[in-house]
Nanobody, 125 residues
């Protein structure tokens, strides 16, 4: 089992920055990929970013490329999502997820095995 706890969400104005954190615990040695997804009310869950648990490979959704950065702190078993130049359309609940099977499709939510409870990000115009 892997447990994931997100933090760092909040209410900010357009153009501001936020950093989300996702702390992993439990069988973290089994994690292959960590991802961030977001879901706005009435919309499907969408891919934001992902990072391999070892190595340097990162992946981003088209709408966040150049504004968001995913990184990991191995010592803390934590993955971060640095969000800059936030826009009102970034408003959503943000979820982190862990893949333990070694997905080759890190943008697909069905590839992930464990999910956090989510943290709300609201960007006002």
């Amino acid at each position: 089992q892997v447990q994931l706890v997100e933090s760092g969400g909040g209410l900010v104005q357009a153009g501001a920055s936020l950093r989300l954190s996702c702390a992993a615990s439990g069988r973290t040695f089994s994690i292959y990929t960590m991802g961030w997804f977001r879901q706005a009310p009435g919309r499907e869950r969408r891919f934001v970013a992902a990072i391999r648990w070892s190595g340097e490979s990162t992946y981003y959704g088209d709408s966040v490329k150049g504004r968001f950065t995913i990184a990991r702190d191995d010592a803390k078993n934590t993955v971060y999502l640095q969000m800059n130049s936030l826009k009102p359309e970034d408003t959503a609940a943000y979820y982190c997820a862990a893949d333990i099977d070694g997905t080759s499709s890190p943008a697909h939510s069905l590839e992930y095995d464990y999910w956090g409870q989510g943290t709300q990000v609201t960007v006002s115009s």
